[in-house]
């Protein structure tokens, strides 16, 4: 039987409800020192991870347009810029407490759709939970749409461009791209891989290791 991993507009909120409540449920028996702890984002604690994941479900073109300003319009110092800040404004129950908010969200900023804020919760909470050891499951369906997102897109990961000769194959679930030396693995593991996280590689194989080394970032 093949399974089916599509997914409606409003089972992709559902699924990015989902992904904040649990978040925010692996997040409340931490330590102070766990939310200081470095995430995999560069420069990135936990809880600036956290503060990126509220923002992002309350954001606005004002917002955007001021705090790009601020960081001299530079997008991806904006969006840390503004994390950071946040996080060292408020408290970490504050913080706990405006994840828990912002669970039945449903904003895009401008240019997103649903699928990106889907995309951005899986990774990012995989970016929380493996710098500290804690197990964080992958629904397949939600990262199916979160991996189809990032091909079909270009920046800010330039999955076909990093991949282009390659064959992509998720070996738990129906989904498959591009041509050329076969790359498999868990689409969650795949899904780390094209968004530049090295985390997930150790469950990836392919015929062009050194290749996948090399592309392994954005």
Known sequence: MTEDTTMSTDQVWQAVAAERAGLAALLAPLTEADWDHPSLCDGWRVRDVVAHVVLSARVDVGWILVNLIRAGGRLHRAIRDTAVRHADQVTTGQLLDE???????RVT?????????????????????????ITREMPKAATVVALDRIWTTGGPFHARRRFAGC??????????????PIITGPAAALLLAVTGRRQGWDQITGDAPTLLAKRARP
Not at 112 to 128: F, K, N, S
Not at 167 to 180: N, Q, S
Request: hydrophobic share 50%.
């Open 99 to 105: 994840l828990r908010d912002s669970i039945d969200a």
């Open 109 to 133: 900023a401008f240019g997103t759709t649903p699928a990106d804020r889907l995309m951005d919760l899986l990774v990012h909470g995989q970016d929380i939970a493996l710098p500290l050891g």
């Open 167 to 180: 064959r992509l194959v998720a070996t738990d679930t129906e989904w498959a791209v591009g041509a050329g």
